[in-house]
């Protein structure tokens, strides 16, 4: 994928991942009237008018405000997490795997040398016995 390619972005679906999936703020989500309890259809058809323009302009007035400075602290939040990721977190996993996969080499052949025989001759011990109900 070329560099332009990259800073292409989909204009229409732009929560491709379905992230936030979960908002659900169209006034049919948020408000709706039972059967026998209706208002009026003026009443109704207002609000539902009131509810969108009010939610579609104290959104665009908070993006315009806040998604730039917000935007720019996000990313600095994911290059610092990545960051601590590739040159700290992961190297220390892998310096925890190896020496643990050292010492699980070493209990394991302790395990296999010293508890092994012990635990087979009880086997055979025990094995042999039988319990009569009368």
């Given at each position: ?80 997490i990545t960051f601590q990721h590739v040159w ?47």
């Amino acid at each position: 994928m070329s560099q332009q390619e990259k800073m292409d972005i989909d204009l229409i679906k732009r929560d491709p991942n379905d992230l936030n999936d979960h908002l659900k703020v169209l006034f049919e989500d948020v408000i709706g009237e039972p059967e026998g309890g209706h208002s009026a259809d003026c009443v109704w058809r207002n609000s539902y008018k009131c509810f969108t323009c009010t939610k579609n302009c104290c959104y665009l007035l908070l993006t315009f405000l806040c998604a730039i400075p917000l935007s720019f602290c996000w990313g600095c939040e994911f290059a610092a997490i990545t960051f601590q990721h590739v040159w700290q977190i992961s190297p220390c996993l892998r310096v925890c795997m190896i020496n643990l996969g050292c010492a699980q080499k070493f209990f394991g052949s302790l395990i296999n040398c010293c508890l092994a025989p012990v635990c087979e001759a009880m086997g055979m011990m025990f094995a042999n016995i039988r319990v009569e109900n009368k």
